[in-house]
């Protein structure tokens, strides 16, 4: 129980948490397991269960009538998807794919809705958390629909370093999580024949560098520059 509950800690919906909360919502908490390409979750799906990323990474990605996809996230270790689905009674609005073998957590919603309804308080910072997610995919609508295709890729590159970097030497960060550039296209909402030309553009001037799909960017401010930020924090 002491395990799951300092694993919720590191959870940003749960984050806000007294101990005491956590300790009863840890009760409710159940482990499965995930092997790479599995689908948790489909667009259209009842949804009934949170789940929390403890090992591995998970992509979240619309797909329109024609087949196209847009990644919405690639989450790694302690962020979690399928909120929506412990607040509401409509379908999963998103897929949810296995990027790699790993563990999760999971809850169901009747559970947490028991838990919740007995503690009030809990709802507090967790609507926190959501309110800030809302904030973060607003960001990402208006990058798509006013930036251009090198600005939009430095954004989602910082975006991705700063929940998944791992520092370098200097100034420098590393995005553990290997990306094709379709998977960059996917998350940036641009054609892989596009993403290509802004990565190699970056290559060439010393922006980053790439090695086995890992993507290094080389000066975080500099960086930050030219996508357009105020700043680069990890």
Known sequence: MSDTVSMLREVPLFSGMEAEDLAKL?????HKHMTKGQVLFQQGDR???FLIVTEGSVKVELVNP?????????????QFLGELALLDDF???????AMEDGQLLALNKRDFLHVVNQYPR??????????RRVRVLTDDIA????LDSFTRTARKLVSLAQDL????????????????????????????????????DMRSRRLIT????????????QFAEIANLPSFSL
Do not use: C, W
């Not at 379908?91 to 794919?97: D, K, Q, T, Y």
């Not at 507090?124 to 958390?129: G, N």
């Not at 200097?170 to 998977?183: D, F, K, R, W």
């Open 26 to 30: 840890a009760k409710y908490l159940y």
């Open 47 to 49: 949804g009934d269960e």
């Open 66 to 78: 024609d087949g196209k996809e847009l990644t919405l996230a690639i989450l790694k270790p302690y």
């Open 91 to 97: 379908p999963r609005s998103a897929n949810a794919i």
């Open 122 to 131: 809990m709802f507090s910072p967790i609507t926190r958390q959501l309110t």
């Open 143 to 146: 990058s798509m629909a006013f």
């Open 165 to 200: 970097g791992v520092p370098g030497t200097g100034n420098a960060v590393t995005i553990p999580q290997a990306l094709t550039h379709q998977e960059l296209a996917n998350l940036v909402g641009a054609t892989r024949e596009t993403v290509s030309k802004v990565i190699g």
């Open 210 to 221: 790439v090695e086995g799909h890992k993507i290094t960017i080389l000066n975080k401010q």
